[in-house]
């Protein structure tokens, strides 16, 4: 089992890879008793006193992958960092740093977390969606595998317009692998608590001048906890895109 945590005590660094794993990605045996592995950024104490917990974005699973590491972790964070990690050795805690992860990127505070598809050309791809006062930005990733394991960014939208914290969740609906039919779907945080406007946006995975053309976009309903954010994760189903949430 694989999860990631968040922050503990601010005023002291407890962390000791054992027992303390604040901001940390885990891996755990099905009885939920033995560690097996662990990643801790090597700024871990700094993000504990900032409140910018790495479990904020949860932890993505990646199916097989070809190349030289084929199973892979994703990462997100408040912080805004995405991480690529071999899931057979996680990265353990370097202090001081470097991190020894695949690879990070920057994406936007994410109180969110990223989604996965196979692009028409067979090569995995993770749309995050971390945001900060312009919005949340939807970007599309290819998982490099050769030469080196890597995110190499294949485009990106328009920021959503989106209130509350950071980032927002998305979905993606395709014929398969089939070029030209992904569809990435995702909903804007309410910008105002009157009438707290929920919308629903669909970009096309196929960038255009390196940008993700809108597709549509509609209000899809209206937020009724204000004091929460918007945890709203479309649905596709039977032709239909829906949207399910979860109150925080």
Same mark, same amino acid.
Not at 19 to 42: A, H, M, W, Y
Not at 152 to 162: E, F
């Given at each position: 089992m694989f999860f990631s945590t968040g922050n503990s005590d601010p005023n002291q660094d407890t962390? $000791?890879?054992?027992?303390?794993?604040?901001?940390?990605?885990?891996?755990?045996?099905?009885?939920?008793?033995?560690?097996? !592995?662990?990643? +801790?950024?090597?700024?871990?104490? $700094?993000?504990?006193q900032t409140d910018d917990d790495l479990g904020s974005g949860g932890v993505l699973l990646l199916p097989p992958q070809p190349g030289p590491f084929a199973d892979l972790v994703v990462a997100t964070s408040k912080s805004g960092t995405m991480y690529l990690l071999n899931r057979a050795s996680l990265g353990g805690f370097t202090p001081g740093g470097p991190d020894n992860v695949?690879?990070?990127?920057?994406?936007?505070?994410?109180?969110? !977390?990223?989604?996965?598809?196979?692009?028409?050309?067979?090569? !995995?791809?993770?749309?995050?969606?971390?945001?900060?006062?312009?919005?949340?930005?939807i970007t599309v990733w290819k998982i490099q595998t050769s030469p080196t394991?890597?995110?190499?960014?294949? !485009?990106?939208?328009?920021?959503?317009?989106?209130?509350?914290?950071?980032? +927002?969740?998305?979905?993606?609906?395709?014929?398969?692998?089939q070029a030209g039919t992904a569809i990435i779907w995702a909903t804007g945080r309410p910008t105002d608590s009157n009438p707290a406007a929920v919308n629903l946006y669909a970009f096309a995975e196929t960038p255009s001048g390196g940008t993700l053309p809108l597709l549509f976009s509609s209000q899809a309903g209206s937020w009724p906890n204000t004091g929460g954010n918007a945890n709203i994760v479309p649905l596709v189903a039977m032709d239909m895109c829906l949207w399910r949430a979860i109150n925080s």
């Open positions: 962390y $000791d890879g054992k027992t303390n794993i604040q901001e940390s990605v885990v891996k755990v045996d099905s009885q939920l008793v033995n560690l097996l !592995g662990i990643f +801790t950024p090597s700024n871990e104490f $700094d993000l504990e695949l690879d990070e990127k920057s994406i936007g505070q994410c109180w969110c !977390g990223p989604s996965y598809f196979t692009g028409p050309d067979g090569v !995995g791809r993770i749309v995050s969606s971390g945001g900060g006062a312009n919005g949340a930005q394991v890597a995110f190499v960014q294949k !485009g990106a939208a328009a920021p959503v317009p989106s209130g509350q914290d950071g980032g +927002t969740f998305t979905s993606v609906s395709s014929n398969g692998t």
